[in-house]
């Protein structure tokens, strides 16, 4: 019988490239403002983001935080970016309201729970949920799931969120992040 | 002789907050404080909220930190403020001098039929701010710690948190321009001048 628990992509001898890659697409693209509340599948791109002083990292206690300071930011001719996980999407549904209503950009990028190889049942109900929820209310959606193809649907939706004033969010895959097994790490 | 226990009226606390704006940028939250803002006159440098409940605050740091030479006043309901608590937490850590954030505290969820806010229990919100790291905080019941308030916006001494106490009256609807796009541009183009035509 196979183990389950066995992960195939748990462990890389590497660490991922690709946040470098979206660091400097984001700062290509003008970002000064980085809202998040952390995800271990962020956490290599937020440390980028605060060893830049040109940059303000801002820790939310809810990600809806992130969407109203980003809309504000905007009125006074800043750039940001969003960094969530999947279950803080659900958080922001009403503040999505303002980037829709008011034609402003708004760049999510959100590391994916309840998707590709999760153990955990609770993060399936809004993992799964996610995508439908962010276009019922308005924002473009684009997914990554390989590793190869990040920097580029990244690229590609900050385009998007700051030349159509939209909101614009990117679905960084399980399959990508690696799955998590706190099975693995309690004790036998 | 005025009634030094009388609650003060929120037109009037607004005006006197606005008064000699100069280039103050203003968020307005959702409801009647939406409608005071604009009783005081449509300018562009304010920003209306119409929905989006909670967002006034953290759209306040956003355009501080954005806009670090312009002072912004954040003028929201007390039903507002406590459906973004935390957002005085977030903005306590980041301690922008430039933002003052005055709420007008009927008590009431006034668009609503006015049932009754956790204020109006007691709910202590300018010891909240205090407690989340917001030093300069005060309720305020007078005209004259209005005015206190108002100084403190325009020179830029914050993060100033301010529960300003005041009558639970209903008065007319005072209207800015509802479309979000026209509100967002305006202030931009206000703020930012013509270019922001152009990106």
Redesign the interface.
Known sequence: MADLAAKPNQTSPLPPSWPDDVYRILKDAGV??VGMVPDAGHSRLIRAFEADPAT?V?????E???????????????R?VLLLQSSGVGNCI??L??PA????PLLMIVTMRGDWGEFNPWQIPMGQGTQAVLEAMGVIVTRADEPDLVAQTVWGAANLAFNTWRPAAVLIGQRVLGAKNFKELARK | MTNPNALLHRRDVVNELLRDRGDL?V?AGLGAPNWDVSAAGDNPNN?PLW??????S??????????PK?KVLVVTGDGEMLM?L??L??IA??QPPNLTIAVLDNERFGETGMQKTHTAAGVDLAAMAVAAGIRTSRIVKSAEQVTEIRDLAHQGKGPVFAQVKISPEALVFVLPPAD??I???R??QS??GDE?LYN
Do not use: D, K, P, Y
């Open positions: 000064r403002q303000r801002v820790t939310l206690t809810t809806e935080e992130g969407v109203a300071m980003l809309a504000g930011a905007w009125l006074g001719g800043q940001g009403n503040m309201s303002l209503i008011c034609h402003m | 940028l968020i920003f929905g989006a409940m909670g967002a006034a953290m759209m306040g740091l956003g355009l501080a930190l954005a806009q312009r973004s935390g957002a937490a977030t850590v980041e979000g796009g509100l967002t541009t202030f931009r703020v930012l922001a």
